[in-house]
């Protein structure tokens, strides 16, 4: 079973499970006990909206719900920007106030009870907006990401919400769910978001990658993924790479970009190890 989840992966995870936010599988996550399940109604909810973004969370983070619409707001601004469209219609980013809590919703959601999802995975989304760990408690209840940090907070937000416009955009409705396609998927938010630029290793990943569905697989998939996409934008333009976003798999892209895999392989290899991306 497959389940609907993106998430932002920790530019140095070392895992080599496949990109576990969109596969069914029990994972333990950083060798920890699965947490137990937290009813949501015993945390109420408390919301703010404004310009067609609702921000909801539990009372204990009721005082940042303003400090996270105006970082939800630069995300969608810069997402807009990037893509040179807009992110038509309103959406709710839902901030779960424990670790607990939000593993349980995605048990829910996704009808999976036995999933624990993995310690780095700290968002996810979907057409209807973001769901995500409260940055609180971050230092605690995560692995990989630094919640204290504003500027990585806010690239995490972004890249969700390129996903929605993504899962928007694009005639595969659960679009971001289909693993093969996780290379650009991925790929084209982290870019988007300014995420994974180190360019550390990437060469020597750009030599082992044999097909783009197992791009995902890599170490650091997010880094090798996030240069493809910057091929695409150096190679065919912008706004090309956003008219991909309307493109269902791996093989209408190719189709669109004129190559076949291989070609397209053999072409980013040697753009992304000439110059720093």
């Not at 870019?191 to 750009?206: I, N, R």
Request: hydrophobic content about 45%; proline content about 3%; glycine content about 6%.
């Amino acid at each position: 079973m497959i389940l609907p989840v993106v998430c932002t992966r920790p530019e140095a995870d070392a895992l080599t499970v496949r990109t576990i936010c969109a596969a069914a599988v029990l994972i333990a996550g950083c060798g920890s006990a699965a947490p137990s399940q937290v009813p949501l109604e015993q945390s109420p909810w408390i919301s703010r909206e404004r310009a067609g973004i609702t921000v909801q969370a539990d009372a204990q983070d009721s005082a940042r719900l303003g400090e996270w619409l105006t970082v939800a707001e630069a995300g969608r601004a810069r997402i807009q920007e990037f893509f040179g469209r807009t992110v038509d219609g309103g959406f709710t980013i839902t901030v779960f106030p424990t670790r607990a809590a939000i593993n349980a919703h995605w048990q829910d959601t996704f009808g999976a009870p036995n999933v624990q999802f993995p310690c780095w995975m700290v968002a996810s989304a979907t057409r209807a907006g973001v769901t995500m760990l409260s940055p609180r408690v971050w230092a605690s209840e995560q692995c990989g990401h630094d919640g204290g940090n504003a500027q990585e907070t806010a690239m995490i937000v972004a890249h969700e919400i390129a996903h929605v416009l993504h899962a928007r955009t694009s005639s595969h409705r659960e679009i971001n769910v289909l693993m093969s396609f996780k290379w650009y998927n991925e790929g084209i938010a982290n870019l988007a978001a300014g995420m994974y630029t180190d360019t550390a290793g990437l060469a020597a990943s750009a030599a082992s990658v044999s097909s783009l569905a197992a791009v995902i697989d890599l170490s650091n998939g997010y880094q090798v993924a996030r240069s493809m996409a910057a091929f695409i934008d150096a190679r065919y333009g912008r706004a090309r790479n956003a008219d991909l976003l309307r493109r269902a798999s791996t093989a209408e892209v190719l189709s669109d970009l004129g190559l076949s895999e291989s070609q397209f392989i053999e072409q980013w290899r040697a753009w992304c190890c000439q110059s720093v991306r």
